[in-house]
């Protein structure tokens, strides 16, 4: 079964609210296709650096499929939470400063859903209504830095951490958007079940918002107990021996 919704139709929260509404368990609600303008008026961080990717050149890239290693990734966010105390950081945390530190680009974007973050938007929204907590990458990042970024970022849109500064000179970009807390297994009858789900990402779709992005990845369920990476990257000697993927 394959199912396509083009991103300028909708995000990432409006592909799996309608997807999930396949499955014979779950009740069918009314949504609301009506753009929401108020949204269009906020300064965003992502607008900027979207506009930015579009006035550079389009970089050729490779597609990729990884493996989350999730066994590891328990392991530091035990040893992590342990000692931290109230300072817990998520499994999300982990992946994202592993990858971020990976890719060593100079600047890098983290989507959010600003849906539970403004109060005109809802759940029942669909559309495009994403914002990006943008990194500046001088640092090693940490899990605890992607943690307070994040409760940064909801406290108010324009409230950002110094490692939340824009780099206006960067010349290497990366995003990363994550689809694992929408996953759903699908209830699809008695006759059919559903193995895995897997985001397709064709290079030939490419808009010119990501056209000048270096690394375009997705973090998915491929499963209810496998998480993947899928994307696109301009150098693949990063997906090499890197402890994040299994083998």
């Known amino acids: 079964m394959i199912y396509s919704m083009n991103h300028t139709v909708g ?3 409006s592909y799996y609210k309608l997807f999930k509404m396949m499955s014979l368990d779950e009740e069918i609600q009314s949504l609301n296709f009506d753009r929401k303008h108020e949204f269009s008026e906020v300064e965003l961080s992502f607008s900027e650096s979207q506009n930015k990717a579009k006035e550079q050149e389009q970089k050729k890239k490779n597609g990729f499929r990884k493996v989350i290693n999730l066994d590891l990734i328990q392991k530091i966010k035990e040893k992590n939470n342990a000692a931290c105390g109230d300072r817990w950081v998520s ?3 982990i992946i994202t400063s592993m990858l971020f530190n990976s890719l060593k680009a100079d600047q890098l974007m983290y989507a959010i859903n600003t ?3 403004l ?3 809802d ?3 669909v559309g495009n209504y994403v914002d990006a907590i943008i990194i500046d990458s001088s640092d090693e990042i940490t899990a605890k830095d992607i ?3 994040i409760n940064d970022y909801k406290s108010g ?3 950002k ?3 939340l500064k824009n780099s206006n000179g960067a010349t290497k970009t990366a995003l990363l958007t994550s689809w694992v807390q929408n996953y759903k297994t699908l209830i699809l009858g008695a006759n059919c079940k559903q193995n895995f789900h897997l985001p397709l990402v064709p290079s030939n779709l490419q808009g010119k918002a990501i056209g000048g992005v270096d690394h375009l990845c997705v973090l998915f369920c491929l499963n209810e107990s496998t998480w993947m990476l899928v994307g696109l990257t301009t150098n693949t000697n990063w997906l090499e021996n890197n402890p994040l993927f299994l083998n």
């Open 11 to 13: 995000d990432g929260a």
């Open 91 to 93: 499994t999300h945390d």
């Open 115 to 117: 849906r539970p973050h």
């Open 119 to 121: 109060s005109y938007l």
């Open 123 to 125: 759940d029942h929204d």
């Open 147 to 149: 943690r307070q970024s």
């Open 157 to 159: 849109l324009h409230v």
């Open 161 to 163: 951490s110094d490692k």
